[in-house]
Structures are given as C-alpha cells and as structure tokens.
C-alpha cells in the first residue's frame, strides 16, 4: 500500500533539537492519525483530526506538536524530546471524518526516531 | 478502558503447519475487530476485520472468528508459508465513544522457517 508517505523513514535527533516528521495519503481520506509504536509496548494513540480538525489528543506530552493543514497532509513537530521519546512513529488515513467511524485504517511506512 | 491481549512471541514454526494466533479483548459495547499484518520495514497493513459477533474476516488464507461469548478474535491459518513471517497485531475500534484510532495489542512475531 503506498497510498501513504511518511518523510524522513530515520531520523536522529539531540534533545534541545527541533524537527518535523511529515505524512501525506494520496487516498482521498478525510482522517488522519499518529500512532506511536515502542519496543515490547502496544501502539499507542497520539493524535486524531478530522476534516483538518484535532478531534483527539490521547494526553500526549508538548514537546509533540501535531499539524493538519489540509485533509491530505498531517505533521508532527517535535521540539526538545527525551530518549524515551525513541520509537517508530506512524501516520495513518481512513475514508470518513465522521467521528466514531469504523473505516479501515491505512498506514505509513514509519519514521523510526532516536533521540540522543 | 479497552484492552487487547495477544499471546507473545516471537512465535517459530515449520513450512506447511498450522498457525493460531490467541487474541481476547476487553472493551465496551460491540467493537469492531482486526488483525493488522507488519512486514520487516514496513508499516501496518490491514489483514482482516469482522464488525459483529460470529462474523468471520478472512484473507489470503488466514480466517478469525468475533467470539463475544468469549471475547476473541483468534487468527488461524492452515498452511503457513515462509513469507508470512511478519509481526501480527490484534485490534479493536470501540463502539462506545472516545477516542476514533484503534486500540492494538503488542504484537506477535511469526517466524516460519522452510
């Protein structure tokens, strides 16, 4: 599935840093969503928008900063992390924006973060 | 909260045996249920979905059934080949509110040995 692009695939980064991961689908979607995935650890929820909205912030700290400036675009900004902030972040995209939606969730390939 | 609970791996067997994969879930009201397939380097990719009780998903050979009597959704598969080697995540989307992303297990790594 290529219908979603994540840049930079790798990424390190020192903690007093600032960066941005980027996702863009090429599927038409309406919602998109970070997902953080550690080792040994669940994939956890960061952020949800909807239609360009925040519809979710899973208590995720603020030195993560998410951006959606269009339906086909969503970023993260990252700003003086911690090690334990290392991990392969992913983007997502599904077909509704309506909230409470079942559709499918597509996936990006990942960008793998290390923070030294 | 919702929780899913997959066995651990890494997981090894012989080209050609029988794969299960044990899945439950905790979660209100009547959640929709996946199995999500990870490929080395690459990202989450969907396997298969039921949305109610005794649906069953399947794709390229691997079948789950929604058990709500038991709460699973346990991955099988007849015949295993080496390419299916991959890290396998059990999912569920809650019905009840809350947050829109899913809610994965930890994952279960295949290895399939020829």
């Known amino acids: 599935e290529t219908g979603v692009t994540q840049t930079p695939r790798h990424l390190v980064m020192g903690m007093t840093n600032k960066k941005s991961l980027k996702c863009e689908q090429h599927l038409g979607h309406n919602a998109m969503y970070w997902y953080k995935q550690s080792a040994k650890k669940p994939l956890e929820l960061m952020f949800v928008y909807n239609f360009k909205e925040q519809t979710e912030n899973n208590s995720v700290p603020s030195r993560f900063s998410p951006e959606c400036p269009n339906s086909s675009h969503l970023f993260l900004h990252l700003h003086t992390l911690q090690p334990e902030d290392s991990a392969l972040y992913l983007c997502a995209s599904s077909r509704s924006g309506t909230r409470g939606s079942e559709d499918t969730q597509y996936f990006g390939p990942g960008t793998r973060l290390t923070v030294l | 909260g919702n929780s899913v609970t997959q066995m651990e791996g890494p997981v090894t067997l012989s080209e050609e045996a029988f794969l299960t994969i044990n899945c439950t879930y905790t979660?209100?009201?009547?959640?929709?249920l996946f199995w999500y397939v990870q490929y080395p380097g690459e990202g989450l990719q969907l396997l298969l979905k039921a949305t109610k009780a005794d649906d069953k998903g399947s794709n390229k050979g691997f079948e789950a059934t929604y058990r709500k009597e038991t709460t699973s959704f346990h991955l099988e598969k007849g015949s295993v080949q080496v390419s299916d080697s991959a890290v396998y995540f059990c999912a569920l989307f809650g019905s009840g509110g809350g947050a829109d992303g899913l809610t994965f297990g930890k994952g279960t790594h295949l290895i399939i040995q020829p």
């Open positions: 979660a209100t009201g009547y959640p929709s």
